[in-house]
Nanobody
């Protein structure tokens, strides 16, 4: 069992930055692939980025170059650094851990989400 808690969301102006954090409980954290997903109002949940236990990463093409995922296995933490934010990035961002990078069905545990709002 893994429990995930996201933090770091908030309101930011377009062009600004935010760093999301996800704290994980459970001694097997380092075995999992960790991912970030997001869901905007009226839209389906979409993949943002994922990182393996060894640090291999995968990004959605639309976010590559602006977002950076990282993890600290010793601290059971995963991060999402978001730069050059756009209003379209407004969504609830979810941390998840699972067995493969994507799709969402390969993830076994999910956090409650943190709201990110980007104003124009």
């Amino acid at each position: 069992q893994v429990q995930l808690v996201e933090s770091g969301g908030g309101l930011v102006q377009a062009g600004g930055s935010l760093r999301l954090s996800c704290s994980a409980s459970g001694r097997t954290f380092s075995y999992y692939i960790m991912g970030w997903f997001r869901q905007a109002p009226g839209k389906e949940r979409e993949f943002v980025a994922a990182i393996s236990s060894g640090g291999n990463t995968l990004y959605d093409d639309s976010m590559k170059g602006r977002f950076t995922i990282s993890r600290d296995n010793a601290k059971n933490m995963v991060y999402l650094q978001m730069n050059s934010l756009k209003p379209d990035d407004t969504a609830v961002y979810y941390c998840a851990c699972g067995r493969w990078y994507r799709p969402a069905s390969t993830y076994d545990y999910w956090g409650q989400g943190t709201q990110v709002t980007v104003s124009s």
